[in-house]
């Protein structure tokens, strides 16, 4: 079974530029989570979607910070502009169901890392 | 709001102990609470998941505990070895069930 699957790998860019990343989440999961994991630090959720519907986007940045999951499958994070503290590694997440469902073993993919100079 | 505290923040042990990493959290009304196992340079891997009307979750040589009244949860590895040296994560859903709220980790290092 394939994983969830991000990309870029890693990425550096200038404050106050912009960068998008891309997640395919595991076939079949309704349920696709972006976290931000600041090096050091557990992760923190920013978004998450059920299907292509928003759950939660209570811890996200909205000035500078955008998500989409057209379609409810594939989904894409957008900075504009990116701050210095922005620097972070940004994972996707799926699973079957929600956290309450029977199919709620999260699965991560490898992380998209940011560095913004 | 959720705090999620893990102690200690990085652990050296032989290889062959038996050890325990420490989860505390500030609010007791969770769903569940859940363990996951980071590589360096790599996602998070699930290993147990404790529902709030559990006591503890086995796999294998991991044991995991739940307190909610006390707001502590504990991992136990059995026999330890090199290759469970990772960085080991908990988790506390919230009682909506729709949100995971993470402590920082425990940088595990076992040593041959």
């Known amino acids: 079974e394939a994983g969830v699957a991000q990309s870029p790998r890693y990425k550096i860019i200038e404050k106050r530029q912009s960068v998008a990343f891309w997640c395919n989440p595991i076939?079949?999961?309704?349920?696709l989570y972006w976290y931000q994991q600041i090096l050091g630090q557990g992760p923190k959720l920013l978004i998450q979607?059920?299907?292509?519907?928003?759950?939660?986007d209570s811890q996200l940045p909205k000035d500078r910070f955008s998500a989409e999951r057209l379609k409810g499958v594939d989904s894409t994070l957008k900075i504009q502009p990116a701050k210095l503290e922005d620097s972070a590694v940004y994972l996707c997440?799926?699973?079957?169901?929600?956290?309450?469902?029977?199919?709620?073993?999260?699965?991560f993919g490898e992380g998209s890392w940011l560095t913004v100079v | 709001k959720q705090e999620v505290t893990q102690i200690p923040a990085a652990l050296s042990v032989p290889e062959g102990e038996n050890l325990v990493l420490n989860c505390s959290f500030t609010?007791?009304?969770?769903?569940?609470l859940q363990w996951f196992r980071q590589d360096p340079g790599k996602g998070l891997t699930s290993l147990l998941l404790?529902?709030?009307?559990?006591r503890e979750q086995t796999s294998g040589r991991l044991n995991a505990s739940l307190d909610k009244s006390s707001g502590r949860s504990t991992l136990y590895i059995a026999a330890s070895q090199p290759g469970d040296s990772a960085t080991y994560l908990c988790?506390?859903?919230?009682?909506?069930?729709?949100?995971?709220?993470f402590g920082g980790g425990t940088r595990l290092m076992v040593k041959p």
């Open positions: 988790a506390a859903a919230n009682n909506a069930g729709n949100m995971l709220t």
């Open positions: 979607f059920q299907n292509n519907g928003v759950v939660d």
């Open positions: 076939s079949g999961h309704a349920t």
């Open positions: 609010d007791s009304a969770i769903y569940n």
């Open positions: 997440a799926s699973s079957l169901t929600d956290i309450r469902g029977p199919g709620n073993t999260i699965y």
């Open positions: 404790i529902q709030s009307s559990q």
